[in-house]
T-cell receptor
Framework: GDSVTQMEGPVTLSEEAFLTINCTYT??????LFWYVQYPGEGLQLLLKATKADDKGSNKGFEATYRKETTSFHLEKGSVQVSDSAVYFC??????????????FGRGTQLTVWP | EAQVTQNPRYLITVTGKKLTVTCSQNMNHEYMSWYRQDPGLGLRQIYYSMNVEVTDKGDVPEGYKVSRKEKRNFPLILESPSPNQTSLYFCASSPGGQSGYTFGSGTRLTVV
């Protein structure tokens, strides 16, 4: 079945450091891929998405490229800020078959950025 | 403002007392879904709905019921809550799988 595996945290970085959070997926169809962010005490917000191979999603300085050959969708940011401290979730949505409309999440990665 | 609204935000109840968590969206989305979030387990899907009167089980449906009588509403019903249903619950809606889901602010439920 469909599933998402993301690197376990917590991840602790100094401000302006480079961030990578790894995400790999297993899917039977042609999934769309997402990164969601959850700030403390809040719900999940869509950070970026990619709907086909080689697409790059980007938002707020974060980027992720849909790599079909390695079934990956790693999240990167060149220079993190304290305000980026949050939990990040990788997710996929399969577009067809019996799982249409379902969204599968990784377990989340806690990021803490120190000034 | 486009949003998913859940109520209540916080709820403490006793074992066995039926409760309903409401969810409403104002975006005319076809897909709606309920998740629970637990430490170390991430988000797990409880039920989802692809349209009015069309619902299906997610990964952890036991002990929960849902209904989709109107497009905008998707209530989560716990007929006989138990302490292992203590969790943070999120409702979400989407126009379609490629668009991603919009999430509500969450309902923190404690069953004692």
């Amino acid at each position: 079945g469909d599933s998402v595996t993301q690197m376990e945290g917590p991840v602790t970085l100094s401000e302006e450091a480079f961030l990578t959070i790894n995400c790999t997926y297993t899917a039977t169809g042609y999934p769309s891929l997402f990164w969601y962010v959850q700030y403390p005490g809040e719900g999940l917000q869509l950070l970026l998405k990619a709907t086909k191979a080689d697409d790059k999603g980007s938002n707020k300085g974060f980027e992720a490229t849909y790599r079909k050959e390695t079934t990956s969708f790693h999240l990167e940011k060149g220079s993190v800020q304290v305000s980026d401290s949050a939990v990040y979730f990788c997710a996929l949505s399969d577009r067809g078959g019996s799982t249409l409309g379902r969204l599968y999440f990784g377990r989340g990665t806690q990021l803490t950025v120190w000034p | 403002e486009a949003q998913v609204t859940q109520n209540p935000r916080y709820l403490i109840t006793v074992t066995g007392k039926k409760l309903t968590v409401t969810c409403s969206q104002n975006m005319n989305h076809e897909y709606m879904s309920w998740y629970r979030q637990d430490p170390g387990l991430g988000l797990r899907q409880i039920y989802y709905s692809m349209n009015v009167e069309v619902t299906d089980k997610g990964d952890v449906p036991e002990g929960y019921k849902v209904s989709r009588k109107e497009k905008r509403n998707f209530p989560l019903i716990l007929e006989s809550p138990s302490p292992n249903q203590t969790s943070l619950y999120f409702c979400a809606s989407s126009p379609g799988g490629q668009s991603g889901y919009t999430f509500g602010s969450g309902t923190r439920l404690t069953v004692v």
